[in-house]
């Protein structure tokens, strides 16, 4: 499966709608289970911009999805690109949003558009905007191949990890502790379920369509609470 290439210039809608989100204040996110998030001024574009979007429960999702995604890479002592891994973490889910919900287009292609736009303001190159895009795109698709970008495989793992358990046992009780007690799940289980159901009834060819049965039933079963 390809995603397709980003647009070399901002479409206009989404990246208005991004820039005054974008421009407000950033929470302090400091340094969680020894991972320490990115400081750049794309990073905190994106971490703001989710934060005013998404419900708590959205955010915290795509917090802890960075935070298990990075603890994966260490533990499995893998080199990444940590700011394209954060941005596109935290909005990987921005286009289930309200705001930036699309009547047609699927959510994860809404997403990968909304990163690209925002990291090309701030003068990304057209390969790494298409290495971002092509891991917030793929992180729904059914399966990976190992040879895949190292960006890919891990978004796909922090969100797995957080959605479904998904390689949990390999991240240490105390780190999901801490991570958990930050950033608490808030009725995850149930109203991501609801947000997937609703993307699936609104557009029955996309992946989250396709995936959702057997993707509820993993969530239900997810070791942890809420």
Same mark, same amino acid.
């Given at each position: ?9 901002? /479409?206009?809608?989404? !990246? +208005?709608?991004? *820039?005054?989100?974008? &421009?407000?204040?950033?929470?302090? =996110?400091?340094?969680? $289970? ?5 400081? /750049?001024?794309?990073? !905190? +574009?994106?971490? *703001?911009?989710?934060? &005013?979007?998404?419900?708590?429960? =959205?955010?915290?999702? $795509? ?9 994966? !890479? ?153």
């Amino acid at each position: 499966m390809t995603s397709p290439t980003p647009p070399e210039g901002a /479409s206009g809608d989404l !990246a +208005d709608q991004a *820039r005054p989100l974008a &421009a407000g204040p950033r929470h302090d =996110l400091g340094r969680l $289970a020894d991972i320490r998030v990115p400081d /750049s001024a794309a990073a !905190a +574009d994106a971490e *703001r911009l989710a934060c &005013a979007e998404s419900s708590p429960m =959205l955010y915290g999702h $795509a917090l802890r999805s960075y935070f298990y995604a990075a603890l994966l !890479a260490a533990r499995d002592g893998m080199r990444y690109d940590q700011e394209l891994l954060y941005v596109g973490c935290v909005l990987h889910d921005i286009g289930l949003t309200p705001r930036f919900a699309d009547p047609i287009r699927p959510f994860e292609h809404v997403s990968a558009d909304t990163c690209a736009e925002l990291v090309e303001r701030h003068g990304w190159a057209l390969p790494r905007r298409y290495r971002l895009h092509r891991a917030v795109v793929l992180h729904m698709a059914p399966t990976l191949p190992p040879a895949e970008d190292t960006e890919v495989l891990l978004l796909e793992a922090g969100v797995a990890c957080d959605v479904t358990g998904a390689r949990s046992r390999e991240v240490s009780a105390r780190a999901i502790d801490e991570l958990l007690t930050r950033y608490p799940r808030a009725g995850f289980k149930r109203e991501f379920t609801q947000l997937l159901r609703s993307e699936a009834a609104r557009k029955p060819l996309t992946h989250a369509a396709l995936l959702l049965q057997g993707l509820e039933e993993r969530i239900a079963e997810a070791p942890f609470a809420g």
